[in-house]
């Protein structure tokens, strides 16, 4: 009951805190910039921010990006009367630095707040032969929300208004108001988080009387010019995003149709689907079981499925022999094996048997060929401890490999098999779709939202090669889902949130599709027998299956189990007679004696050995963001 009590008041006291941090808040209500060109093209700052302080707070701050902060000297902090009229009331702060973000130091609780903010920024304006430039962001991305913003740009006394061009670069509401003699006035109301507003001020050159001249690789009429077409892409954003938008919707609607219309027709073909019944697919050779059940797919242990049906055939014989001595210490390994037998002319056999026998089996005699299963086993415990042994088993594992590919194919072309399953064409041509309309998504995304010119043709070039890319590789699930998880992600990169969400879902659906689109069509037929073949395997797990039956028809039924890798289940019935299996039925003795699973599991080496690289089987903070906080 103690414990309890001090659980509960450990709990009481952590949800207050939490609640009183959340409570915890502040905004910024206005903030009022007058900015200043001095002759030397040094550009004097004064702003003042207008804090609403909702809770304890131990000062404000303000932060630059890395390029401004580079430039950026004699930064001061002031705490201001509430009447803001005359600056020699106002209060000096201490501060301090980190990194691009300066502290200001004054206690706030619950309160009103004017904090004023001086700093001269170096070489802000520059001189060109024809021109005097001013580029410069005072928020390159605000990590607060500011209830409004004003900045007044003053420029030397010289110019006139008539010879000023101002520009500005904005996502976001904000306007240039007014161009006077001298100064140049932007304003705007809610200044969202993340918005950045760059200011382009071009006045003559004779202004800056103590800068120092820049050759100039452009004109003024071309530079303006350039100015004029990117003011105009900036105000047709807002336009250019809603078309975005709404090709976005447009296009998920189609696939989410389909994505529905696919799911359907899944649901009606299985409910039509028809039964074999499991006296029929006894009947099967065991190669055809393992291809309708791997989908033409086979993996070296798929090699078992070959042995035994050259066995079931009369073709072979088989029986149990002492494994090879290497694996006599290994405790992981059987210290039994099976060993084949072929006699007779491999002329005789049809391609794939062939296949098999010159690529597995040993000559002995003139017509006489053995194989032993432990054969294709991989390294023991004891020779993965050693490097220098290992590399003949990755040439054997090569080895094994095309030999799996070689009897694979010539499987495959034969004529009962050939059209059991064939490359869904419709999936290659359904994913060259998906993943050119995707790119034209996201190249008009980027371009609508004004996305810097070096950015959007690096992502034409990068996307360009990936989608020729995707000529080749469409058929492969795993690439089209990779092209359009990449295509999302660039497309994190734009301003526009709401416009990330709905590519994002439509990007989700296009996935979905492709999921429920088989990479691999199969025939009537072959439906039939590997949703019959599927319920088969689940009946071949039952233990008592074998029981009452004779020993031919318990073989037969043992030999689809270790084809279909279901003969661990029987595993309890088999060791009670394993003694006498091997004499009556060596394929019944080969599943209880469990030797069928080392020389395939062998291959995947402990982590320790992999790792080796011997052998591989197969309330705003100030950090970050740009602007005035608190903290």
Known sequence: MKHSFFFFMFIAFFLVTGFSEAGKSFSIERADIRATVKENGDLSVEEVYTY??????????????????????????????????????????????????????????????????????????????????????????????????????????????????????????????????????????????????????????????????????????????????EAKRYADRDERIAGADRMIWIFSGIVGFMVIMAVMLSFLKKRRRAMLSFEELESFDPVLVAFLYKKGRFTDRDLLAGLLSLYQRGLVTMQKVQAEERFLDDPKAPDDTYEFEFSGSKADLPKPDQLLIEKLFEQTGSDTYMFRLDSLSGPTEEECKHKEQL???????????????????????????????????WLRMLSLSLLSVHTGLLLFILYADVVHQAGFMAACVIFGFALSA??????????????????????????????????????????????????????????????????????????????????????????????????????????????????????????????????????????????????????????????????
């Open 52 to 229: 609403d302080f909702k809770g304890s707070f131990e000062g404000a701050t303000r932060s630059f990006s890395e390029e401004t902060a580079s430039r950026l000297k004699n930064f001061k902090a002031y705490l201001l009367p509430d009447h803001r009229k005359k600056g020699d009331q106002a209060t000096p702060l201490k501060t301090k630095k980190e990194d691009g973000t300066y502290y200001a130091y004054s206690a706030s609780k619950d309160e009103t707040k004017h904090v004023m903010f001086r700093y001269v920024i170096e070489d802000a304006a520059q001189k060109f032969e024809d021109t005097s430039i001013l580029i410069h962001s005072f928020y390159q991305k605000a990590n607060t929300d500011f209830g409004r913003v004003k900045i007044e740009v003053h420029l030397p006394d010289s110019v006139k208004a008539r010879d000023i061009h101002a520009f500005l670069r904005e996502k976001g509401n904000g306007k240039i108001t007014k161009v006077n003699d001298s100064s140049v006035t932007y304003e705007t109301g809610l200044y969202r988080a993340g918005t950045g507003s760059e200011l382009r001020i071009y006045f003559p050159q004779s202004a800056l009387k103590e800068a120092v001249r820049h050759p100039s690789y452009q004109t003024k009429d071309e530079l303006l010019k350039e100015e004029r077409d």
């Open 391 to 425: 590399g003949k088993y990755e040439r054997k594992r090569i080895i094994l490999q095309n030999v799996v590919q070689k009897w694979t194919e010539s499987v495959r072309q034969a004529p009962e098999f050939r059209e059991l399953f064939q490359e869904n064409r």
């Open 470 to 631: 995707g000529i080749v590789l469409a058929k492969s699930k795993l690439y089209t889902i990779l092209f359009l998880a990449g295509l999302f992600l660039a497309s994190v990169f734009t301003d526009s949130v709401h416009t990330i969400l709905y590519y994002g879902i439509c990007v989700g659906l296009s996935i979905l599709l492709i999921a429920f689109i088989p990479a691999v069509k199969e025939s009537r037929y072959a439906s039939i027998c590997r949703r019959s073949i599927l319920s088969w395997r689940n009946h071949l797990r039952k233990e008592d299956l074998f029981s009452g039956r004779s020993l031919s028809q318990n073989e037969k039924t043992m030999i689809f189990a270790i084809v279909l890798e279901v003969e661990d289940e029987s595993a309890v019935w088999l060791n009670q007679s394993a003694n006498r299996l091997d004499y009556a039925s060596p394929v019944l003795g080969m599943a209880a004696a469990g030797c069928l699973h080392y020389p395939f599991y062998s291959w995947q080496l402990p982590d320790s050995q992999q790792h080796a690289g011997a052998y591989d089987a197969g309330g705003s903070g100030a950090g970050g963001g740009d602007g005035a906080g608190a903290f």
